[in-house]
């Protein structure tokens, strides 16, 4: 008798082994799963209410506030779905915990904006790895532990403006300084490599690099040292138009404005953004970056609504902005 409540034992254990695998509960199988988007556990269809966590970076830049209202402005077309939205302020930290605090709320979906990339990236996979559909909006994060990426492509940004200012502003070489994004942050790596490559052999050269971490009065401060220490450059190239437009205040104060030439990009579609300072005349360029907001929600519906599969990158449209379209791009983009 003893030996007969053994065997059933074991094989009891070994059927809910097989439960267990074909449920998809084991580690091994979870992770085969995420290898197909992640978005098949968690799609109810549309009789299904769904919350959205939107981790966003940091609010006090324009650009990630236009995102989070371009994410609020599309969602409220999908009656399914309510979004919980988060701030980090530009502290790591403040962002881990905000996602952590989004899967305790069990969230059917993320979306994130990472501040950094790198110590964003273990809460991104842990999100991941639950089962929970994760979209990454603009900033990257290390690895490929995400459902799916959209933004637009920064390298190639970066070499637009490179060869912008190679061909129409300093078609003779000349000298030009560099106020970056934040460090960590993937887009400020991106833009600057690509700058480098629309500028190489046009004998042009970025006599100063600074960090302005996307921020308008650090990139007027960094500016105004920068112009200090080289009073010969001509061309300041800003990762966004916040910084260029904190340069073209350092430059005034200088007296230096109308002999400068200044860049930035994002090129948002409101009365304080890169569209309006180029048809102003403080700009001479800026390149539409995106903000993906109404695209990061058509691409949850997809998933949760739909269930339907979405590619792993999803890379947006850009556009050169010159004082020749600014007004007619402003104007469309606002109805």
Not at 232 to 239: G, N, R
Not at 273 to 293: D, H, N
Not at 308 to 335: E, F, H, M, R, S
Request: glycine share 10%; net charge negative.
């Amino acid at each position: 008798m003893a030996r007969r409540r053994a065997v059933a034992t074991v094989l009891s254990a070994a059927a809910a082994l097989t439960l267990s695998v074909a449920c998809g509960t084991t580690s091994e199988n979870s992770g085969q799963a995420q290898e197909s988007g992640g978005a098949a556990a968690k799609c109810g269809g549309p009789d299904g209410k769904y919350t959205i966590g939107m981790s966003q970076a940091n609010v006090a830049e324009p650009y990630r506030q236009r995102m989070d209202d371009d994410i609020r402005a599309a969602a409220k077309d999908v009656p399914q779905f309510s979004v919980d939205f988060a701030d980090a302020q530009q502290d790591n930290a403040k962002q881990v915990s905000d996602v952590e605090n989004f899967l305790t709320k069990q969230i059917d979906l993320l979306i994130i904006s990472p501040n950094e990339a790198t110590p964003l990236t273990a809460v991104v996979q842990k999100a991941y790895n639950k089962g929970i559909p994760v979209i990454v909006l603009d900033r990257k994060v290390d690895g490929d532990a995400y459902t799916t990426w959209i933004g637009a492509d920064n390298v190639e940004i970066g070499k637009t403006a490179g060869q912008y200012v190679a061909e129409q502003l300093l078609p003779g070489g000349g000298k030009v300084g560099e106020i970056r994004g934040l460090a960590g942050a993937t887009p400020a790596k991106e833009r600057g490599d690509g700058f480098r490559e629309g500028i190489k052999g046009k004998n042009i050269e970025i006599v100063a690099t600074s960090d302005g971490d996307w921020l308008r009065e650090k990139g007027q401060s960094q500016a105004d040292a920068m112009f200090k220490a080289h009073p010969d450059i001509q061309v300041l190239y800003a990762h966004n138009d916040p910084m260029a437009e904190g340069a073209y205040l350092a430059a005034k104060a200088a007296g230096k404005e109308k002999s400068m030439k200044f860049i930035g990009i994002d090129g948002l579609p409101i009365p304080s953004g890169g569209l309006k300072a180029v048809e102003e005349g403080r700009l001479s360029a800026t390149l539409i970056y995106p903000t993906a907001g109404k695209e990061a929600v058509d691409t949850a519906k997809k998933i949760l609504v739909d269930c339907t599969d979405v590619p792993k990158t999803q890379t947006l449209k850009t556009q050169l902005i010159t004082i020749d379209n600014a007004a007619t791009v402003y104007k469309d983009a606002n109805g």
